[in-house]
Nanobody, 127 residues
Framework: QMQLVESGGGLVQAGGSLRLACAASGRTLSRLIMGWFRQAPGTEREFVAAISSSERLTDYGDSVKARFTISRDNGKNTVYLQMNSLKPEDTAVYYC????????????????????WGQGTQVTVSS
């Protein structure tokens, strides 16, 4: 069974940066679409970013475009989320997610489209 473990969360001041990592075990990432989602208290789970299995395609939520960058290192079985210019509204629990690519080069935005989830890592941005 696949497991995903996030790390890298913490407390940072507005304008600062963090890099989240998601380490996978149980299977390789090579045929998986990887995504990042976040959820703040009292809100729905929000799409942050996704990357295709080929690495050729990426997609970002409107609120993080030009500030966040998703990347993957299949050799290390790890996905990253580089977060720059952080804002207080970025405060949330960040989740890593994975799903099979179904032999297609694509990305998905819906949280319900992902089959595997990490336990989440807290990111808090102070003003």
């Amino acid at each position: 069974q696949m497991q995903l473990v996030e790390s890298g969360g913490g407390l940072v001041q507005a304008g600062g940066s963090l890099r989240l990592a998601c380490a996978a075990s149980g299977r390789t990432l090579s045929r998986l679409i990887m995504g990042w989602f976040r959820q703040a208290p009292g809100t729905e789970r929000e799409f942050v970013a996704a990357i295709s299995s080929s690495e050729r395609l990426t997609d970002y939520g409107d609120s993080v475009k030009a500030r966040f960058t998703i990347s993957r290192d299949n050799g290390k079985n790890t996905v990253y989320l580089q977060m720059n210019s952080l804002k207080p509204e970025d405060t949330a629990v960040y989740y890593c997610a994975a799903r099979d690519d179904d032999y297609r080069d694509w990305v998905r935005r819906g949280w319900y489209e992902y089959d595997y989830w990490g336990q989440g890592t807290q990111v808090t941005v102070s003003s």
